[in-house]
């Protein structure tokens, strides 16, 4: 469903160049369950922006469902963010003046999903994270856990069937964090994709598929066995 | 060396009133090493701003070193937030159009350290978080876990005696982390006081005191036994 193949991604820092992909080339199936683990600064938020149709490479193509995504036009691609794909970016990236309601609502708004169903999905969604009482609040007015889940709720509320979520859990305690994990596993069951960036290997067991990078190149490529 | 006594903190959100913190009393001595533990919204980040001179308190007092925080002036919080206090935030807060090195030396700016001095101390710090080659980036130019680093530079770069750090290690894959642990583990054992909130128990272990807060309260409040 997802092919990158031979991806490399490159920042010009004046006269240095930044290789954070090197040629990278990676295979994911429709209803996989994949984490990707590496030290920082590996490539794990490069390959996922450009996996979720936020970054184009510098070169290499990427297949999304068999189509090219770089001869794609930009009604196609903001279709294929907003409904086909749920981001949970690793530092939020919630709009600050917006209250968690309007944050997860927003791609809603734009799916052009009419006003009575997006205040039932939207509060779903707010409620599967276990932030209703918080729902009125602005991400300044929560704490660092209930952004995170606020940024989780956007993610899953348009029912999106490929799911990127980087670092969910890395500012959750144990107890939150299994209760969001429990909602990936679900969503796993149900059919869909998921590829999660983490650096916990308790929540990168719960993939059924570990890839690690390591400066910007995939160093393994696993399926663990399953009991 | 940092007493609560009785603290509370209620924001009030129209007519409800969240209480992030209710009446908590802790009472920390020089040179400890403490870990902060607890569920999301629990009240970790509140009471670190309070310990930090970041925010005030609703109700009740803080004593810094015999001092009522409350009675200082503001020339004297600054200096106390500069100079005595490092302080790791749970979202970096990094300036966005400043370099990592530039972040990392506006604290040494800010005490009036020289510049020669600034930049060998700047790049000391840098150094010590493996940030060498990224210090010319600016933070949207850096991975999370660099972000987290240049973070963690910038609040030791004046060698404060106190360290608060609000989960130093979410965003760092497992090598990383254990050694910005390692770093923690060296200042405290030069005679430092370490603050941390963390939701990984490993990482919690290597305090010597842990303090639970659940619904803004202090539920336990132990030091495990050392081998
Ligand atoms: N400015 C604010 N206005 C209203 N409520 C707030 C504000 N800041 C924090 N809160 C609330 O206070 C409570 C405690 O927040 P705090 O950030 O201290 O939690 P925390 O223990 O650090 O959580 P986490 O582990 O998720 O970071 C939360 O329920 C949060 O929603
Ligand atoms: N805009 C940019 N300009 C220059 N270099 C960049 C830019 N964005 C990222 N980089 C570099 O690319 C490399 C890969 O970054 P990336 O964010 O993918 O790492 P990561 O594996 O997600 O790390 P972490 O675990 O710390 O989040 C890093 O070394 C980073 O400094
Ligand atoms: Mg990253
Ligand atoms: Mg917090």
Redesign the pocket.
Known sequence: ALEIQNVSKT?M?GTEA?H?LQSVSLSIEENEYIAIM??????????MNVLGCLDTPTSGEYYLEGEDVSKMNDDQLAEIRNQKIGFVF?TFNLIPRATVFHNVELPLVYSGTPPAERILMANDAIERVGLTDRATHKPTELSGGQRQRAAIARALVNKPTIILA??PTGNLDSVTGREIMAILDGLHKAGNTIIL?T?EQEIAEHAHRIVK?RD?QVESDVRPNRV
């Open positions: 920042y820092m930044v954070a590496g030290p920082s600064g590996s490539g794990k938020s490069t390959m690793q980087d670092e960036v650096h990078l910007g």
